[in-house]
Protein backbone atom coordinates (compact mmCIF):
# COMPACT_ATOMS: atom_id res chain seq x y z
CA UNK A 1 0.00 0.00 0.00
CA UNK A 2 1.44 3.12 -0.91
CA UNK A 3 1.14 6.28 1.08
CA UNK A 4 -1.21 8.94 0.62
CA UNK A 5 0.53 12.40 0.01
CA UNK A 6 -0.77 15.61 -0.71
CA UNK A 7 0.23 18.77 -2.62
CA UNK A 8 2.07 21.56 -0.72
CA UNK A 9 1.19 24.92 -1.47
CA UNK A 10 1.83 28.45 -1.17
CA UNK A 11 -1.08 31.55 -0.61
CA UNK A 12 -1.69 31.60 -3.81
CA UNK A 13 -2.34 28.05 -4.12
CA UNK A 14 1.05 27.31 -5.85
CA UNK A 15 2.81 23.64 -5.65
CA UNK A 16 5.85 24.10 -3.27
CA UNK A 17 5.77 20.28 -3.05
CA UNK A 18 4.37 16.91 -1.95
CA UNK A 19 4.19 15.46 1.95
CA UNK A 20 2.52 12.48 3.10
CA UNK A 21 -0.54 12.76 4.90
CA UNK A 22 -0.23 12.39 7.53
CA UNK A 23 2.62 14.38 7.79
CA UNK A 24 1.53 17.29 6.37
CA UNK A 25 -1.22 17.35 9.22
CA UNK A 26 0.97 16.74 11.95
CA UNK A 27 3.44 19.62 11.07
CA UNK A 28 0.24 21.60 9.76
CA UNK A 29 1.18 22.76 6.75
CA UNK A 30 -0.54 24.56 4.24
CA UNK A 31 -1.92 21.90 1.41
CA UNK A 32 -4.10 21.75 -2.01
CA UNK A 33 -7.97 20.40 -0.96
CA UNK A 34 -11.60 20.24 -2.09
CA UNK A 35 -15.39 20.69 -0.74
CA UNK A 36 -17.61 19.38 -2.46
CA UNK A 37 -21.34 20.47 -2.24
CA UNK A 38 -24.29 19.01 -4.14
CA UNK A 39 -27.88 20.18 -4.33
CA UNK A 40 -31.02 18.77 -5.42
CA UNK A 41 -33.28 20.47 -7.64
CA UNK A 42 -35.55 21.05 -4.08
CA UNK A 43 -32.72 23.49 -3.31
CA UNK A 44 -31.81 20.87 -0.67
CA UNK A 45 -27.84 19.97 0.18
CA UNK A 46 -26.88 16.83 0.27
CA UNK A 47 -24.97 16.31 3.48
CA UNK A 48 -22.90 13.25 4.39
CA UNK A 49 -22.32 11.88 8.19
CA UNK A 50 -18.11 10.95 8.10
CA UNK A 51 -17.74 7.24 9.18
CA UNK A 52 -17.01 6.37 12.48
CA UNK A 53 -13.50 5.31 11.95
CA UNK A 54 -11.69 8.71 9.85
CA UNK A 55 -8.83 10.16 11.29
CA UNK A 56 -10.67 13.29 12.59
CA UNK A 57 -13.75 14.41 12.81
CA UNK A 58 -15.48 10.91 12.87
CA UNK A 59 -19.36 10.81 13.27
CA UNK A 60 -19.89 14.36 12.21
CA UNK A 61 -21.97 15.74 9.54
CA UNK A 62 -20.13 17.86 6.64
CA UNK A 63 -20.90 18.78 2.71
CA UNK A 64 -21.33 16.01 0.50
CA UNK A 65 -17.53 15.04 -0.05
CA UNK A 66 -14.10 16.46 0.73
CA UNK A 67 -10.74 15.57 -0.24
CA UNK A 68 -6.97 16.16 -1.19
CA UNK A 69 -6.16 15.81 -5.30
CA UNK A 70 -3.08 14.04 -5.97
CA UNK A 71 -0.10 15.00 -7.87
CA UNK A 72 -0.75 15.17 -11.27
CA UNK A 73 -4.49 15.74 -10.84
CA UNK A 74 -6.55 19.06 -11.34
CA UNK A 75 -8.42 19.62 -8.11
CA UNK A 76 -11.71 19.42 -10.73
CA UNK A 77 -10.51 15.92 -11.54
CA UNK A 78 -9.81 15.03 -7.78
CA UNK A 79 -13.50 16.34 -6.81
CA UNK A 80 -15.00 13.90 -9.09
CA UNK A 81 -13.00 10.89 -8.30
CA UNK A 82 -14.02 11.48 -4.90
CA UNK A 83 -17.63 12.28 -5.64
CA UNK A 84 -17.65 8.63 -7.63
CA UNK A 85 -15.58 6.56 -4.39
CA UNK A 86 -17.53 8.47 -1.24
CA UNK A 87 -21.11 9.02 -2.43
CA UNK A 88 -20.80 6.87 -5.56
CA UNK A 89 -22.22 8.96 -8.53
CA UNK A 90 -20.77 11.58 -10.14
CA UNK A 91 -22.24 15.16 -11.82
CA UNK A 92 -21.46 18.19 -13.44
CA UNK A 93 -19.56 20.63 -10.64
CA UNK A 94 -18.03 24.14 -11.39
CA UNK A 95 -15.81 26.08 -8.84
CA UNK A 96 -17.70 28.36 -6.50
CA UNK A 97 -15.35 30.07 -3.97
CA UNK A 98 -11.94 29.19 -2.62
CA UNK A 99 -10.65 29.90 1.00
CA UNK A 100 -7.41 28.85 3.56
CA UNK A 101 -8.21 27.60 7.04
CA UNK A 102 -6.32 26.28 9.80
CA UNK A 103 -7.90 24.23 12.44
CA UNK A 104 -5.86 21.94 15.30
CA UNK A 105 -7.69 19.14 16.32
CA UNK A 106 -7.52 17.47 20.14
CA UNK A 107 -5.64 14.56 18.38
CA UNK A 108 -3.15 16.83 17.59
CA UNK A 109 -3.12 16.79 14.06
CA UNK A 110 -3.95 19.52 12.13
CA UNK A 111 -6.21 20.75 8.87
CA UNK A 112 -4.33 23.86 7.32
CA UNK A 113 -6.04 24.00 3.66
CA UNK A 114 -6.38 25.42 0.67
CA UNK A 115 -9.87 25.04 -0.02
CA UNK A 116 -11.92 24.59 -3.29
CA UNK A 117 -15.09 24.62 -3.20
CA UNK A 118 -17.14 22.93 -5.91
CA UNK A 119 -20.88 23.08 -6.66
CA UNK A 120 -22.97 20.61 -8.50
CA UNK A 121 -26.61 18.94 -9.01
CA UNK A 122 -27.38 15.80 -8.74
CA UNK A 123 -31.48 14.25 -8.13
CA UNK A 124 -30.96 10.78 -6.92
CA UNK A 125 -30.28 9.06 -3.64
CA UNK A 126 -26.29 8.24 -3.32
CA UNK A 127 -25.06 5.09 -3.56
CA UNK A 128 -22.52 5.57 -0.48
CA UNK A 129 -19.22 3.90 0.86
CA UNK A 130 -19.52 2.48 3.88
CA UNK A 131 -15.84 3.14 4.66
CA UNK A 132 -15.98 6.75 4.01
CA UNK A 133 -19.31 7.40 5.13
CA UNK A 134 -21.64 6.33 8.06
CA UNK A 135 -25.07 7.84 6.45
CA UNK A 136 -26.35 10.98 4.62
CA UNK A 137 -29.30 13.80 4.32
CA UNK A 138 -30.64 15.75 2.15
CA UNK A 139 -31.74 18.98 4.14
CA UNK A 140 -33.02 22.40 3.38
CA UNK A 141 -31.14 25.56 3.60
CA UNK A 142 -33.51 26.46 6.64
CA UNK A 143 -33.39 23.94 8.28
CA UNK A 144 -29.38 23.40 7.95
CA UNK A 145 -28.69 26.68 9.26
CA UNK A 146 -31.27 26.03 12.24
CA UNK A 147 -29.19 22.82 13.04
CA UNK A 148 -25.87 25.29 12.53
CA UNK A 149 -26.79 28.06 15.21
CA UNK A 150 -28.68 24.91 17.60
CA UNK A 151 -25.85 22.84 17.18
CA UNK A 152 -23.15 23.57 16.02
CA UNK A 153 -20.76 20.53 17.39
CA UNK A 154 -22.35 18.35 15.12
CA UNK A 155 -20.56 19.83 11.67
CA UNK A 156 -17.26 19.77 10.74
CA UNK A 157 -15.27 23.24 11.53
CA UNK A 158 -14.76 23.53 7.52
CA UNK A 159 -17.88 23.39 6.60
CA UNK A 160 -19.19 25.77 9.07
CA UNK A 161 -16.60 27.88 7.62
CA UNK A 162 -18.08 27.39 4.27
CA UNK A 163 -21.60 27.94 5.42
CA UNK A 164 -20.55 30.92 7.22
CA UNK A 165 -19.24 32.22 3.96
CA UNK A 166 -20.97 31.07 1.16
CA UNK A 167 -22.78 33.99 0.48
CA UNK A 168 -25.00 32.86 -2.68
CA UNK A 169 -26.36 29.25 -2.49
CA UNK A 170 -27.75 27.71 -5.93
Same mark, same amino acid.
Given at each position: ??????? +??? !??????? &???? $????? @? #??????????????????????????????????????????????????????? +??? !??????? &???? $????? @? #????????????????????????????????????????????????????????????????????
Amino acid at each position: MSLEMVI +LVD !ENDQEIG &LMEK $QEAHE @K #ALLHRAFSVMVFNQKGEMLLQQRALNKYHSGGLWTNTCCSHPRAGETTLEAAHRR +LKE !EMGFDCE &LHLH $QSFIY @K #APFENGLTEHEFDHVFVGNYNLNPDYNLEEVASYKWISLEDLNQQLAEDPSQFTVWFKMIMDNYVHLP
